[in-house]
């Protein structure tokens, strides 16, 4: 546990309560918690399931309707088959299985490959199973994507398992066809298994669209993926995500779980089935309201004087902070106290963070627009 002390998310919720105490305003950009809701008749059908009584038992596997709905999905969707016994398995949340996969493949010692900046739980969950970490830096220079030409041999060779997720949060990236070949012939030189996050994939702009790991030829043989429900069908608190691929890993993931959980709750299922199965105009609102949201807030903020680039993708943000500061922390707390908004030090996702801020997309329009202008009025961009 002494790698899980009171971290910076703590602090902002801390900052943000005081505020709060005080009666004065806050527009809160930090945590990446949806705000658009499920279809209506995702709702609909999960009010109905919570209404019979017979739902109420232990799920303990998952039920084949829903398997049906996550393979035909995947096959509609990325054009990749998979098998419903073998090789998937629901998730209570992709955070479930992050925090977990490793406790089912790693040793204490073992090595892990994370992405720097990434989602912290990336680096928590090898951690947790006593795992060490290489952080493989993401740059600017390089798109934010990893050079897995820059891993060290000795680290590539020691390492059991990497994580790599595109599109990325919190750099916003997406990765190309190419790097996901080079990644599968990576992990085969060196014998990793791969984990790729693709939670992101339906939220891309500007008519880009973003694919599967499992597209690759050869991602099966080394990898798996997982998939969420909780920004593409906005059933975040409903906690469904899926791990598809390799179905050996598969297997050790669901071994592991049923040790740990007795399944999803049955009205919840049902509500993912609706979800995967039912009308799917319902993806293309949420997209358009993202975008539009991202619009909103960077060019607003870009016609203040704080230059951002569009994310090509996710529901955030990453933005170096302004000179004359240097340091994150510094800058997240000054503008909190100063206007009232608050975002995420880039410094919480890793060292190569350092010097950037996450904001998510997930206020109005008009608050986005308040939070432009009290931002402006603060002069807090025109002190160098």
Not at 298 to 311: A, S
Request: glycine share 8%; hydrophobic share 40%.
């Amino acid at each position: 546990m002494r790698h899980f002390e009171t971290g910076i998310f703590c602090t902002l919720s801390q900052m943000k309560r005081e505020k709060l105490e005080k009666g004065e305003p806050v527009i809160d950009f930090s945590i990446g918690s949806p705000n658009i809701p499920p279809a209506q008749h995702i709702i609909d059908t999960l009010a109905q399931g919570a209404a019979d009584k017979e739902n109420y038992e232990y799920a303990i596997t998952d039920t084949r309707e829903l398997q049906n709905a996550v393979r035909t999905w995947y096959q509609r969707r990325y054009d990749v088959e998979l098998d419903c016994d073998s090789e998937m398995t629901s998730l209570l949340g992709s955070q479930d299985g992050l925090a977990h996969l490793s406790l089912a493949i790693a040793d204490p010692g073992d090595l892990v490959l994370v992405p720097d900046p990434g989602y912290p739980i990336f680096g928590d969950g090898p951690l947790l199973a006593g795992a060490e970490l290489y952080r493989m830096p993401q740059k600017a220079e390089n798109d934010w994507l990893i050079d897995l030409k820059a891993v060290p041999e000795q680290a590539a060779r020691r390492a059991k398992l990497m994580v790599v997720s595109y599109p990325n949060n919190p750099v916003t990236s997406i990765a190309p066809p190419s790097f996901y070949r080079e990644l599968v012939d990576f992990a085969k030189t060196y014998d990793i298994i791969v984990l790729h996050d693709n939670a992101y994939s339906e939220l891309a702009f500007d008519g880009a669209r973003c694919g599967s790991f499992l597209q690759t030829p050869g991602a099966k043989e080394v990898g798996i993926e997982f998939n969420s429900l909780s920004k593409t069908y906005g059933l975040a608190g409903a906690r469904i995500g899926f791990a598809v691929g390799n179905r050996n890993v598969i297997s050790m993931l669901k071994t592991l779980k049923s040790n740990m959980d007795y399944g999803m709750f049955l009205p919840v299922q049902k509500a993912a089935v609706a979800a995967l199965t039912g009308p799917q105009d319902c993806v293309e609102q949420t997209r358009a309201a993202y975008e539009r949201r991202r619009n909103v807030l960077v060019e607003g903020l870009n016609g203040i004087g704080w230059k951002i680039r569009k994310p090509m993708a996710t529901m955030f943000v990453w933005a170096k902070i302004p000179a004359p500061y240097s340091d994150s922390v510094s800058f997240v707390k000054d503008l909190f106290a100063r206007t009232g908004v608050l975002v995420t030090p880039g410094s919480a996702f890793g060292p190569s963070g350092e010097g950037y801020v996450r904001m998510a997309l997930v206020r109005s329009e008009k608050e986005m627009n308040q939070a432009i202008c009290a931002i402006d009025q603060s002069k807090i961009l025109k002190q160098s």
